[in-house]
């Protein structure tokens, strides 16, 4: 693209999407984000369009027919926009029998746009890109990491207790539900009677959430953590003692 | 007053809620190269390989490739990998939006050749067994440094010399001799 594109008219073109990526470009072309202050508009056809916005891997049905509108563009600028981790590298169905890969398995691909599916302000940003407004933001990274490891003390409790986690609190709340949990442990244990005090400050906790979820993990939390300490026992590991250290180091 | 509906976002800068799955990206302080991430994702974006030569491994996250499914995150016993909220991630080069990190790999100590275990794993592995008894932490600190074949010549002399109808003085065999290097 030697020149600056002004107002891009594209062909939506998928090649074999869930569809999910085709949703977002309606969404694009809503009033609420509004690609067409950029100058993009959709027309029917590819002989009218400069740009091919294809979504989706390209499979093996589409092949010829993707071929065809790619060729039936006008002959300058032809440039393609891949929406969508499908059409960037095939994405989820990459391995599938019946699909090639990305778009670029048969096409020059202009401009990248990966997501699953994008989200209308990561297209937005691909067109203004392409239109010049603004500039990539990535780049390849090589990190070379240093032989140190961070470890916490208790790492092997709070990684069972993680675990623990897990089975009842997704991907997204577990970290931060682990550490209040951790610290009523911590705080437990700086006092007489640690499980009892356990007990206690996860009723006290209770009380003061509204959310039963959260009431429901910590309880579970408090009888896995028993489990854990009974079984540490068995393998004569005596936690309790380094807890309390752990515990008196914090809160001093 | 006029009120506009359209969002001004290419003009001016845009956040994604906090609730967001963007980009995945793996801290490098953390990550010990264990690879549980590659053996989660389902669309394979990230692999994991050894390169024996320099001695390091490869953990390389294609977010081209990536789903933004989050299991990765649930997998990582590290806590290294995260979804973050990054998604101007738009590019005319699909090798831009590699990330890799290197972790360096322990040196088998008696036929010093890389072994298939980074350093930071075995740092790992340190610091959750420290509840493990003293005898049996040395006998696995031995191990813990080894490539798969002097670990094999290392369990199998320390059995023949456990058992005492095999141990004949004249017959027994140290690793460095089975291995013909000594250390
Ligand atoms: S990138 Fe995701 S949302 Fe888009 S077509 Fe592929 S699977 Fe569907
Ligand atoms: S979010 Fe899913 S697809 Fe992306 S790297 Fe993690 S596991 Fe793989
Ligand atoms: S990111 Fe996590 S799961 Fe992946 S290799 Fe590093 S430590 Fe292992």
């Given amino acids: 693209m030697g020149r600056k594109l002004k107002s891009i008219w594209v062909f939506h073109l998928n090649t074999g999407a869930c569809n999910g990526c085709d949703i977002e470009i309606l969404d694009v072309l809503t009033p609420y984000y509004d690609a067409e202050r950029l100058g993009v508009k959709l027309v029917g056809s590819p002989r009218h369009a400069d740009a091919l916005l294809v979504t989706g891997p390209l499979t093996r049905q589409t092949y010829y027919a993707a071929k065809k509108a790619y060729e039936a563009m006008p002959p300058s600028p032809r440039i393609v926009i891949a929406v969508g981790t499908c059409a960037c590298s095939g994405g989820i169905f990459y391995d599938s029998f019946s699909v090639h890969g990305g778009i670029d398995k048969l096409l020059p691909v202009h401009i990248y746009i990966p997501g699953c599916p994008p989200r209308p302000e990561e297209i937005l940003f691909g067109i203004a890109q392409l239109v010049g407004l603004v500039n990539k933001k990535v780049k390849q990274v090589v990190q070379r990491a240093s032989p140190e490891l961070k470890t916490e003390p208790l790492e092997r409790l709070w990684l069972d207790l993680r675990e623990e986690t897990r089975r009842v609190v997704g991907y997204f709340d577990r970290d931060e539900v682990l550490n209040t949990f951790k610290e009523l442990v911590l705080k437990a244990y700086t006092r007489y009677d640690p499980r009892r005090s356990l007990e206690k400050l996860v009723d006290e906790y209770c009380s003061q959430t509204d959310d039963p979820r959260l009431c429901f993990v910590m309880k579970y939390l408090y009888t896995r953590f028993l489990d854990i300490l009974e079984w540490y026992k068995k393998s004569h590991y005596n936690i309790e003692d380094m807890l309390r250290e752990e515990a008196w180091r914090r809160a001093t | ?183």
């Fill in chain 2, 1 to 183: 007053m006029t009120s506009y509906v359209t969002l001004p976002y290419p003009f001016e800068p845009t956040e994604a809620p906090p609730e967001y799955r963007g980009r995945p990206i793996i801290d490098p302080e953390r990550c010990i190269g264990c690879g549980a991430c590659a053996r989660a994702c389902p669309p394979d974006a990230i692999t994991v390989e050894d390169d024996l030569q320099r001695g390091v491994r490869r953990v390389k996250l294609d977010v081209s490739r990536c789903i933004r499914c989050a299991f990765c995150e649930e997998a990582c016993p590290a806590m290294a990998i995260k979804l973050s909220r990054e998604f101007e991630l738009a590019t005319p080069n699909k090798e831009d939006l590699i990330q890799i990190v290197e972790i360096p790999l322990v040196k088998c100590a008696v036929c010093g050749r890389y072994t298939n275990a980074t350093v930071r794993q075995v740092a790992k592995a340190n610091a959750i067994t420290t509840h493990l008894p003293q005898a049996l932490r040395e006998e696995m600190s031995g191990y813990v440094n080894l490539c798969d074949r002097c670990r094999r010549v290392r369990a199998a002399s320390r059995i023949y010399e456990s058992i005492p109808i095999f141990h004949k003085p004249s017959t027994k065999a140290t690793v460095g001799e089975v291995h013909g290097s000594k250390t």
